[in-house]
């Protein structure tokens, strides 16, 4: 397979930058990255918080792949793939991802709007303190929604299987085929999500609601879209040591997680994730910033999860010993896979003489 550089050099117009295309060479390793991608997109948003009735159910936690595979991987690939494609990064990602967050809570599942989504019994707990009655959105559960699916199920395991192969972590995956396979796969779960919605659930969310949801998507798409390709770097400006970065990431998601389902709970939030925001875009300009740093982030977060499972309370069903398997052995995993993550770049650092890669 003909090596590609993970960040080729591209004119400075958007108008004159040439489209990168999924190269040509074999397919396994490209497939290799989509599948691994399908995988743990379900995992980190579904399994690794450890808060359903599936958690010690191997056999459960198996066939809902079959279904959150699609859904949450599908999407995460054909956001990789447009952001890829169009030479955009990691801004871009997010902004999709975000996107992602609104369908699947606002019009998918609709749990954003609905008041007493799978009978859970802290429901109007963690709902009605911050719900804004107008809209029939609960600012703090519409927070958490959102920056779940654009931090764990989208951009993390995004950025993790691109670091484990960062000869490819610039380039796309898929050649169109690919892409309308996967597009029909997560459409098709999508549709068995909304239609189970519809068939168990009491409250739907009304046709304003749908509307208004489908228009914020919408708007997050054209930003992501309007946001420009990889920006310059100032080369003296200071970027911290990327064991730096990850313990910062690791301490304001940390701190997300835990904002209690109140008004002071959702502007600690805020501030939060604006502060990790502010950071990364600062700290991303100066000329050191590279794969590295861009994993610790997001490494750092799919470690939050994995740590922080051991606490949460799952619906019903495990016993202590089985939710305790389930919480080590994904955290065992995790770590696993965060190692050979790491590995990796420190290889292709060495292999390009040290030199920052990768948006």
């Known amino acids: 397979m003909t090596a590609h550089p993970e960040r ?16 040509k060479g074999r397919l396994g390793p490209r497939m290799a990255s989509v599948l691994g991608l399908l995988v743990l997109s379900p995992v980190a948003a579904e399994y690794l918080i450890g808060y359903d009735d599936s958690v010690g159910a191997l056999l459960a ?17 054909l956001i990789r793939e447009a952001a890829r494609r169009t030479g955009r990064g990691l801004p871009t990602m997010l902004l999709l991802g975000t996107a992602f967050g609104v369908i699947q809570a606002g019009l998918v599942d609709q749990s954003m709007f609905n008041d007493a989504y799978r009978d859970i019994d802290y429901w109007d707990d963690a709902r009605l303190p911050t719900l ?5 959105v609960s600012v703090h559960q519409a927070l958490g929604f959102v920056t779940g699916h654009a931090v764990w199920s989208i951009c993390a395991p995004i950025v993790v299987i691109e670091s484990l192969a960062p000869r490819r972590a610039a380039v796309p995956w898929l050649r169109t085929p690919g892409l ?4 029909v796969l997560y459409l098709l779960a999508s549709a068995v999500i909304s239609s189970d ?14 509307a208004g949801a489908a228009a914020v998507a919408a708007a997050l798409v054209a930003a992501a879209f309007a946001v420009g390709r990889r920006p310059g770097r100032a080369g003296g400006r200071w970027t911290p040591h990327p064991l730096l970065v990850g313990g910062t990431a690791l301490v304001l998601l940390g701190a997300f997680q835990f904002t209690p389902p109140n008004w002071a709970g959702a502007v600690g939030a805020i501030a939060l994730l604006g502060a990790l925001a502010g950071l990364m875009a600062l700290w991303s300009r100066g000329a050191a910033w590279g794969p590295m740093h861009r994993f610790a982030v997001f490494g750092g977060a799919l470690l939050v999860n994995a740590l922080i499972a051991f606490l949460v309370v799952p619906l019903e069903g495990p016993t202590p010993a089985a939710k305790l398997a389930h919480n ?17 770049i420190r290889r292709a650092d060495r292999g390009r003489g040290n030199t920052p890669a990768g948006g």
Do not use: F, K, N, W
């Open 8 to 23: 080729p050099e591209r004119p400075e117009s958007a108008a004159a930058v040439e489209r990168p295309r999924a190269p």
């Open 132 to 136: 804004v009655p107008m809209l029939g």
């Open 328 to 344: 080590s052995v994904l955290l065992l995993c995790v770590a696993g896979l965060l190692a050979a993550a790491a590995v990796a």
């Open 180 to 183: 309308v396979v996967v597009a």
């Open 61 to 77: 936690l198996l066939g809902g792949l079959l279904i959150l595979g699609p859904l949450y991987g599908g999407a995460a690939v």
């Open 197 to 210: 919605h519809y068939d168990t659930e009491g409250a739907v969310a009304s046709a304003p609601q749908l």
